[in-house]
């Protein structure tokens, strides 16, 4: 059972900015800055878009941008594109245990 | 280019085993932590095993911890899921993944993924 939680889903028009919060506590989020984002569209495998709380991979677009307030890290998509549909997972590693929020669905109006 | 290709899934009764494999291509296999997760139907994603570098060390989420045994074949570049025991509740896509440390056994980013194997327990 997930120890993160994540709104269910969230929705934008395209060129707005939304943004998507991922809470744990004081013994996942707020231990540590290995926290990761994930993108999964549909059918497709899941790809890395966010590391170390804000650093993105090589090839990751600068509108995906990440940061953490003591317990709750934060996803933000700028200037959303209709391609940005899909899921996001949050992830927080402590030790021996790496959880997973639960996901949340974005939609483009 | 990075490349994982999973492999072994199936469907298979409460209480059977199975064997996934993943082999991998493109980049150093003996050189970083390789890692197991999940996504039943309807459900989010869920970490399963991690495995070190060399082999040595292997950490497992608590729902599978004792009942799947992760491996690794460094000269094959094979990883593996031995899943015993398996339950109605295990039924997911599998995926491999890869670790995004170099020679740190520190999984908490995976930033290859391959596109999964489909396992389905019931009777």
């Known amino acids: 059972q997930s120890a993160l939680t994540q709104p269910a889903s969230v929705s934008g028009s395209p060129g707005q900015s939304i943004t998507i919060s991922c809470t744990g506590s004081?013994?996942?989020?707020?231990?540590?800055?290995?926290v990761s984002w994930y993108q999964q569209r549909p059918d497709k495998a899941p790809k890395l878009i966010i590391f170390d709380v804000s650093k993105r991979p090589s090839g990751v677009s600068t509108r995906f941008s990440g940061s953490k307030s003591v317990n709750t890290a934060s996803l933000t998509i700028s200037d959303l594109h209709i391609e940005d549909e899909g899921f996001y997972f949050c992830?927080?590693?402590?030790?021996?245990?790496?959880?997973f929020g639960p996901g949340t669905e974005v939609f483009v109006l | 280019e990075a490349q994982l290709v999973e492999s072994g899934g199936g469907l298979v009764q409460p209480g059977g085993s199975l064997r996934l494999s993943c082999t991998a291509s493109g980049f150093n296999f003996r050189s970083y932590v390789m890692n197991w997760v999940r996504r039943a139907p309807g459900k989010g994603l869920e970490w399963v095993a991690s495995?070190?570098?060399?082999?040595?060390?292997?950490l497992y989420g608590d729902a599978v911890q004792g009942r799947f045994t992760v491996s690794r074949d460094n000269f094959n570049l094979t990883l593996s899921l031995q899943m015993d025991s398996l339950r109605s509740d295990d039924t997911a896509v599998y995926y491999c993944?890869?670790?995004?440390?170099?020679?740190?056994?520190?999984?908490?980013?995976?930033?290859?993924w391959g596109q999964g194997t489909t396992v389905t327990v019931s009777s």
């Open positions: 495995i070190s570098d060399r082999g040595g060390s292997a």
């Open positions: 992830s927080s590693f402590t030790s021996p245990r790496l959880f």
């Open positions: 004081s013994s996942d989020i707020g231990r540590n800055d290995f």
């Open positions: 993944a890869k670790g995004r440390r170099r020679e740190l056994f520190l999984p908490d980013a995976f930033d290859i």
